[in-house]
């Protein structure tokens, strides 16, 4: 059973340049969420989707931009890297939305952004 | 201020140890605590989930909710290096879970 899958592991950027990272989930879960991860600010959630068809911004968005494939798949862009980027990134999904629903967590994307 | 508030630690303690991980939040309309555990290079697990007060007990694990302090607690008993890992608490803050910053713990054969 994967659960929720993250692709890549690792990246490097330069400044300024794109990159897409991957979520997929096979739990049959309704809402998806992108966090980040950083040393001293814990995870601050960056976009999430209730359903499929539907995105909100969470704490963090700027910089940043989101597509809920389907059901399974959630993506993050960022679409002109920079330093203040460079963190761990979690992809997470849960049954339903709101606030009684536990998280599952990918993994995690390790992004360094030079 | 931060809704959720966990000192980060770090925290050793010798294999056997009763640990006690602690967390205060500010929300008073919050009802649903859960606690994770995040082994390096991994991504957070649940391990303790509880709603409003009380206590809830699982296996060595005991998570303890007290509303009218805004207090949250994990006691873990019988600490094993196993345990050695961040624990997260986080509370329900409208529709997003809110986390605290972690408390990485140490568990020393």
């Known amino acids: 059973n994967a659960g929720v899958t993250q692709t890549p592991k690792f990246q490097v950027l330069k400044t300024g340049q794109s990159m897409t990272l991957q979520c997929a989930q096979d739990?049959?879960?309704?809402?998806m969420y992108w966090y980040r991860q950083d040393p001293g600010m814990g995870l601050r959630l960056i976009y999430y989707s209730a359903s499929e068809g539907t995105t909100d911004k969470g704490e963090v968005p700027n910089g940043y931009n989101v597509s809920r494939l389907n059901k399974r798949e959630f993506s993050l862009r960022l679409e002109s890297a920079a330093p203040s980027q460079t963190s761990v990134y979690f992809c997470?999904?849960?049954?339903?939305?709101?606030?009684?629903?536990?998280?599952?967590f990918g993994n995690g994307t390790r992004l360094t952004v030079t | 201020q931060k809704e959720v508030e966990q000192d980060p630690g770090p925290l050793s303690v010798p294999e056997g140890a009763i640990v006690s991980l602690n967390c205060t939040y500010s929300?008073?309309?919050?009802?649903?605590f859960m606690w994770y555990r995040q082994y390096s290079r991994k991504g957070p697990e649940l391990l303790m989930y509880?709603?409003?007060?009380g206590n809830k007990e699982d296996g060595r694990f005991t998570a303890q909710v007290d509303k009218s302090s805004k207090y949250i607690s994990l006691f873990i008993r019988d600490s094993q290096p196993s345990d050695s890992a961040t624990y997260l608490c986080?509370?329900?803050?409208?529709?997003?879970?809110?986390f605290g910053k972690g408390t990485k713990l140490s568990v020393i054969p």
């Open positions: 509880t709603y409003s007060s």
């Open positions: 997470a999904s849960s049954v339903a939305g709101g606030n009684n629903s536990p998280l599952h």
């Open positions: 739990m049959n879960h309704n809402s």
């Open positions: 929300n008073s309309a919050f009802q649903y």
């Open positions: 986080a509370s329900a803050g409208s529709y997003q879970l809110t």
